[in-house]
């Protein structure tokens, strides 16, 4: 069973930095390439950032480019999404989704598995 648990989200001011963790079960993690997206309420899931299988590439949402950061251990079956430089707008339920030998697309319909999310809550 194929498991993907974030961890991380929280509460803090703006300006400041959190790390979100996924850790990855039931899965052969180098496999997949992963991704971050994030549901604000009253608005669409949009997609944040993602790494591919390898680890080489990585891609960003215009939002977050420059203040967020994606990387991924295979020998812990985890990605990370450093965030720093936080703003209001930033506040949603992150989730982190899996995609198997993908490219690390910002469409999530290709994604294969999906966290349950973390909330994350910048205040002004």
């Known amino acids: 069973q194929v498991q993907l648990v974030e961890s991380g989200g929280g509460l803090v001011q703006a300006g400041g930095s959190l790390r979100l963790s996924c850790a990855a079960s039931?899965?052969?993690?180098?496999?997949?390439?992963m991704g971050w997206f994030r549901q604000a309420p009253g608005k669409e899931r949009e997609f944040v950032a993602a790494?591919?299988?390898?680890?080489?590439?990585?891609y960003y949402a215009n939002s977050v480019k420059g203040r967020f950061t994606i990387s991924r251990d295979n020998r812990k079956n985890t990605v990370y999404l450093q965030m720093s430089s936080l703003k209001p707008e930033d506040t949603a339920v992150y989730y982190c989704a899996a995609q198997v030998w993908g490219g690390g697309t910002s469409n999530p319909r290709p994604y294969n598995y999906w966290g349950q999310g973390t909330q994350v809550t910048v205040s002004s």
């Open positions: 790494i591919t299988w390898t680890g080489r590439s990585t």
């Open positions: 039931g899965l052969t993690f180098g496999d997949y390439a």
